[in-house]
């Protein structure tokens, strides 16, 4: 399964963006999906993830803020990310566990200006 994300750009802090992650193949068929970001000079960190059944979980610094979703009629999952901050500048990478691969996109850039 291919990903590829969209929505990135530069926004103001306290703004919002919503990432999509559009998938070639059905994601309702993966064991996990989920959002990753990197920032310069930073290792990669898992932001927010959603299982087959849909229970979700956050990285704590971005608790009450993002949001992950995901529409398998559509194939495509979504990360809503409200109140933004200077720090969540990164590139953004979708990531998907199925059985038997996982999958990641190239990435969309994110840029908070304070």
């Known amino acids: 399964v291919e990903l590829v994300e969209s929505g990135g750009g530069l926004v103001q802090a306290g703004g919002s963006l919503r990432l999509s992650c559009a998938a070639s193949g059905r994601i309702d068929s993966a064991i996990s999906m989920n959002w990753n970001r990197q920032a310069p000079g930073k290792e990669r960190e898992l932001v927010a993830e959603?299982?087959?059944?849909?229970?979700?979980d956050y990285a704590s610094s971005v608790k009450g803020r993002f949001s992950i979703s995901r529409d398998n009629a559509k194939n495509t999952l979504y990360l809503q990310m409200n109140s933004l901050k200077p720090e969540d500048t990164a590139m953004y990478y979708c990531?998907?566990?199925?059985?038997?691969?996982?999958?990641w996109g190239q990435g969309t850039q994110v840029t908070v200006s304070s």
């Open positions: 959603i299982d087959s059944d849909g229970r979700k």
């Open positions: 990531a998907g566990a199925f059985t038997d691969h996982d999958s």
